[in-house]
Nanobody, 118 residues
């Protein structure tokens, strides 16, 4: 099970940190990803972290977002800085099928948390 939290409303230029609490498995053994779906848009993968803590990001968020894990707490994070209105979306965390990041290879999803940037 994956449960996101930390969403909310923020002004452009502000910051938010999303959390994703995992239960039933060990986060550090899998790749983990953050996705988002904006109004009228398709869901897109934003960032991924693998079991070696290697990270990848889509270009629009590079340098602004940071994905990380706290293995002792079994939690996935997404730190979002310099937020822009186009970052407005529902953000989802997901567990990868493998220990490495592979586009589209996710097997479990959270319920999502809304992020609104004005």
């Amino acid at each position: 099970q994956l449960v996101e939290s930390g969403g909310g409303s923020v002004e452009a230029g502000g910051s938010l940190e999303l959390s994703c609490a995992a239960s039933g498995y060990i986060v550090s053994l899998y790749s983990m990803g953050w996705f988002r779906q904006g109004p009228g848009k398709e869901r897109e993968e934003v960032a991924c972290i693998d079991s070696y803590k290697t990270t990848t990001y889509v270009d629009p968020v590079k340098g602004r977002f940071t994905i990380s894990t706290a293995n002792a707490k079994n939690i996935l994070y997404l730190r979002m800085n310099s937020l822009k209105p186009e970052d407005t979306a529902v953000y989802y965390c997901a567990r990868g099928r493998y220990s490495y990041c592979a586009r589209g290879a996710y097997s479990a999803w959270g319920q999502g948390t809304q992020v609104t940037v004005s």
